[in-house]
């Protein structure tokens, strides 16, 4: 590995975690993080009519694979028939999961649904869910929910963790109990909502909107190509465990960030 990777004067990593599993498994050098990013989302019709009739919902968008996570999600709202769980998406775990589902009216299925009509199932929400079981590097989902200002309730592992804990925006929940307890209090207190909503818009026009992304990434080559040209060592020479700037992102020289 150490030989592949030699010649690499810089690796991007989507979030802290990735670069410290990286780190983890031997992996040496400039590692820098840099977010993956959702373009602005089109502004609401202004006749756009309620995706769920009154109902409040929260929803869930991805893969209905066993490793998102879904079915530790699904034995709260048979708990909460007052509040509805829409599902988004396709895959080889539906089947099982529709059927933990089946009797509970408030838990719907809506099968592949295309980006546009999407933007406006994000924005009507109470919160967005990201429950994923495995780690995920990122989770484009988050990018995608906070560019219209919904809030997120994601589990507490790997990536997800540290996107509330850096930029706010959401509730982390780390057992049943927990998510519960953030189902209840989001879909109870709008003004809370609302506050971690805003939050999560305001994360995402630094971080993880188009324009942002490109502005880092350019300031991200343009300066070590910049250094690289001078002769300037591209590893800061004080202590390797403390985080520099480089071009408005974290940049991480040795050690765990």
């Keep these: 590995m150490q030989k592949a990777t030699r010649h690499i004067d810089a690796f991007l990593g989507p979030s802290l975690f ?7 498994r031997g992996i040496e050098g400039t590692m820098i993080q840099l977010p993956l990013f959702h373009a602005e989302p089109s502004a609401p019709a202004a006749d756009e009519g309620a995706v769920n009739g009154n109902r409040p919902y929260f929803l869930f968008a991805g893969r209905l694979e066993k490793i998102k996570g879904l079915q530790t999600v699904i034995p709260a709202f048979r708990e909460r028939p007052n509040v509805d769980l829409l599902v988004a998406g396709t ?7 529709r059927a933990m589902a089946a009797g509970a009216a408030n838990i719907r299925f809506l ?25 995920e590097t990122f989770a484009l989902v988050t990018a995608e929910s906070f560019s219209v ?31 519960g307890a953030a189902i209840d209090e989001l879909r109870s207190d709008p003004t809370l909502r609302a506050r971690l909503g805003r939050e ?19 300031g991200v080559v343009h300066e070590l ?22 071009a408005g992102r974290p940049l991480f020289v040795g050690g765990e960030p």
């Excluded at 990735?18 to 983890?24: G, P």
């Design 18 to 24: 990735t670069i410290r599993m990286h780190r983890e």
């Design 91 to 97: 895959g080889d775990f539906g089947g099982e999961l």
């Design 111 to 135: 099968g592949r649904v295309d980006h546009g009509p999407l933007q406006r199932f994000y924005r009507q929400a109470v919160a967005t869910l990201v429950t994923s079981l495995c780690y």
């Design 149 to 179: 200002g919904t809030p997120l309730i994601l589990h507490a592992r790997g990536s997800l963790a540290e996107i509330v804990r850096l930029n706010g925006g959401g509730i982390a929940y780390r057992d049943s109990e927990e998510l």
């Design 200 to 218: 999560g818009r305001v994360a995402w026009e630094a971080e993880f909107a188009e324009d942002s992304f490109f502005t880092h990434y350019l």
């Design 225 to 246: 190509l910049a250094k690289k040209r001078s002769g300037e060592p591209l590893t800061a020479a004080e202590d390797a465990r403390t985080p520099r700037r480089l």
